[in-house]
């Protein structure tokens, strides 16, 4: 591995990192807020960053395939602590806190540990909403699009950061993919900023929705999330939105140019908006008598399978007082995720089908043992290394998932909010059941409990392997 460049594409990311901040901090100075938090973290990361790029500049300009797992890794540690910054230098939030706040953003979970969001200065709310949005299209996707510029290749930032069974690029060169991606990802939020205005929020907090929104995310500037609103048309432009940003951006671009035929024959996109239907049909005959009835009933069920399958985690309303069978389907939901390609979280859609298929394609072969029974997608036979792929991470994700919920349960939490957060972390959700339910925070929770959640919400949005394989010692052999 070239260490030394690895450092060198860090440094970089430090000083693009300190760059997004000059947005909060015009905010600042326009609302009237304190700027110091803002221009303390800029000239932090930007001093960090520039220091770093220049020490560990290096003719030999490759990323190796191991380089681009060290780079992802360790880009989403930086990023989190930068982030963390401006909460710890506004005195909002002390230093496991912010951390833990960053983190949840970044990897667009939605957590909080801020139990009044509405005291927040504007400046903070913004970035808390930013942090979602650059995570949530991924800030290595944004960088591989700039990396040309420095003469660098991509290709293996690009894998590290997409580590899922299949990686399709749109265009033929990477950083082309990467700015179509943006151009899409920057258009779909504008148009719902200027959706949400029409329904009546004002400027500010339908760009932050929109914001957290397009990044699956949830954060919201309003404690009781977006049902505090109490607005049909705002919810449904935000059940149209998170389908959106839920769905392969891929099949977004092939929609936009013309192959439509394409995307209605795509096996994951049927999977995934079958599952969506069944949910919220079964929700509302749940729900029927007690929540609205007729449309309010529909509108409400299909808002929260939707906000729980795009692991968006935004609440219309306390979930946690619908009977218990309607919180199992929730669960059921985030334990599915959105679809790859997309910026939802949790295992994937994808996986999900493959993985069904593959336990379709063994039992067959158990009744006809001499069978060939090949596991195939849009009509290809999925080779024995993809399947093998998705087998070890869904056992990491349970693994993993297990264990955290057996730390939060050793810090003396019931079974059912040990769960629930364990699960939420690690699938990027939010809110979950029981003492992280659907209006609580994840402040009550000691350091060390906050801090391991926050590791999972890493391991989640960079689909667990990314991070997994630099605990390897073959990792670190030349």
Not at 31 to 57: M, S, V
Not at 121 to 127: A, G, Y
Request: net charge positive; with cysteine.
């Amino acid at each position: 591995m070239n260490r030394r460049f690895d450092l060198h594409v860090l440094g970089w990311l430090l000083l693009l990192t300190s760059a997004f901040l000059l947005v909060p901090l015009a905010a600042a100075i326009a609302f009237r807020d304190a700027p110091g938090p803002f221009l303390g973290a800029l000239l932090l990361a930007a001093l960090a960053g520039g220091a770093l790029a220049f020490l560990t500049r290096t003719s030999e300009r490759n990323l190796r395939a191991r380089d681009g797992f060290l780079v992802v890794s360790g880009a989403w540690l930086v990023t989190s602590a930068v982030g963390a910054l401006p909460y710890l230098l506004a005195g909002v939030l002390a230093p496991v806190d912010a951390l833990f706040e960053s983190v949840s953003g970044f990897t667009t979970t939605g957590s909080t540990v801020i139990a009044d969001v509405t005291v927040l200065p504007r400046s903070l709310l913004l970035w808390r909403a930013m942090t979602q949005w650059l995570g949530g299209m991924g800030i290595i996707l944004f960088t591989i699009a700039i990396l040309p510029l420095l003469g660098i290749g991509g290709m293996q930032l690009f894998k590290a950061e997409v580590p899922g069974p299949v990686a399709d690029k749109m265009r033929p060169r990477l950083a082309a993919t990467a700015r179509t991606l943006w151009g899409l990802y920057v258009g779909f939020t504008a148009v719902q900023w200027m959706l949400l205005m029409l329904c009546g929020l004002n400027w500010f907090e339908a760009l932050c929705h929109a914001f957290t929104t397009l990044a699956t995310g949830g954060f919201s500037t309003r404690n009781g999330s977006v049902g505090e609103f109490a607005s049909p048309a705002v919810e449904w432009v935000i059940i149209v939105f998170m389908l959106v940003a839920g769905i392969n951006f891929v099949l977004h671009y092939k929609l936009l140019t013309g192959r439509w035929r394409e995307v209605l024959r795509d096996v994951e996109l049927r999977y995934f908006l079958a599952v969506v239907s069944a949910a919220a049909a079964l929700l509302c005959v749940v729900l029927w008598d007690g929540v609205a009835g007729g449309l309010g009933t529909v509108r409400t069920a299909l808002f929260q399978a939707v906000s729980m399958i795009t692991t968006t985690g935004y609440v219309s309303t306390d979930f946690e007082l619908w009977p218990h069978v309607a919180q199992f389907l929730l669960v059921a939901l985030m334990l599915i995720g959105g679809m790859s390609g997309s910026t939802g979280g949790g295992p994937k859609s994808l996986r999900i089908v493959l993985a069904l298929r593959s336990l379709r394609a063994t039992v067959h072969r158990f009744i006809h043992p001499h069978a060939v029974v090949p596991v195939k997608y849009h009509g290809q036979v999925v080779s024995d290394g993809v399947l093998s792929g998705v087998a070890a991470f869904l056992t990491a994700y349970a693994l993993l998932a297990g264990a955290a919920a057996a730390v939060v349960a050793a810090a003396g939490y019931d079974f059912a909010t040990a769960v629930a957060a364990a699960l939420t972390a690690i699938g990027n959700v939010g809110p979950g059941l029981g003492a992280v339910g659907a209006l609580d925070n994840f402040a009550h929770f000691p350091a060390f409990v906050k801090l391991v959640l926050s590791a999972c919400m890493l391991l989640g949005r960079l689909e667990i392997f990314t991070i997994l394989v630099l605990f390897s010692r073959q990792f670190w052999k030349h």
